[in-house]
């Protein structure tokens, strides 16, 4: 009795390390190299939200690479400097919730104070994560018909999901989904990255269905064949 009450201990301490790390916000991560491929460390990295002007700095490491992590979603400016190069610019990266994009710099030779504003867009495709995703944006949360108006219902948009079979456990308990063939047992639903999964049921609790949101995603997790529904209220 002794070691299983233990091991219970041991669950409750591990599992919140492991829903803080998906949540509501994202990150931008890149590399930065010289005209030649070289990496370029110890650079300065801003990253500035373009609508509320609040700004983070890191550097990069000697292998050129920086992440900033815990960013809320939107549009950014990064911006990437460092003594002998001109000041590279990113502009409009656009961040999801629980995304990682990425913005890589080349830095060009000349003084500080010139300023090269990088067109490149940065890429769709996220190579630094093997999640799979997608998200449902705002304009799809405020005009798509909503039934129950419940959020849960735009975890159907994504590819693989569908409604319980008639039947099953949870078919009668609402909230529930079947991704990519898997029991609705397997879902893992989180509200401003904490769990709000019942024990038993795998559902989420409370059901909001009044609260507004700016936008949700769905994560599809192939390996554990578990799907993880992150969702973001709007504060009124």
Request: hydrophobic share 35%.
């Amino acid at each position: 009795m002794s070691h299983r009450f233990l091991l219970l201990i041991s669950l409750a301490l591990i599992l919140p390390a492991s829903v803080i790390a998906t949540g509501h916000t994202g990150s931008i991560t890149g590399t930065l190299t010289d005209p030649t491929g070289a990496v370029v460390p110890n650079a300065l990295v801003t990253v500035t939200n373009q609508e509320t002007n609040a700004i983070r700095e890191t550097r990069s490491n000697d292998d050129g690479d920086y992440t900033v992590a815990l960013l809320p979603p939107g549009h950014y400016r990064v911006t990437a400097e460092k003594q002998g190069f001109r000041r590279s610019i990113y502009n409009d990266v656009i961040l999801d919730v629980d995304q990682t994009a990425r913005a890589d710099f080349s830095l060009q030779v000349g003084v500080l104070n010139e300023e090269l504003t990088v067109t490149d867009t940065p890429p769709l495709v996220q190579t630094d994560t093997s999640t799979m995703g997608q998200v449902v944006n705002g304009r799809e949360v405020r005009e798509l018909p909503l039934n129950e108006r419940n959020f849960l219902s735009f975890g159907l948009l994504v590819p693989g999901s569908q409604l319980p079979v008639e039947g099953s456990q949870n078919s009668t308990q609402g909230g529930s989904l079947s991704v990519n063939g898997a029991r609705e047992q397997s879902n893992n639903f989180l509200l401003e990255a904490w769990t709000t999964t019942t024990p038993t049921l795998t559902s989420t609790w409370p059901c909001l269905p009044s609260t507004p949101f700016r936008n949700s995603r769905c994560n599809r997790a192939i390996t554990r064949r578990s799907s993880a529904a992150v969702a973001e209220p709007r504060s009124t």
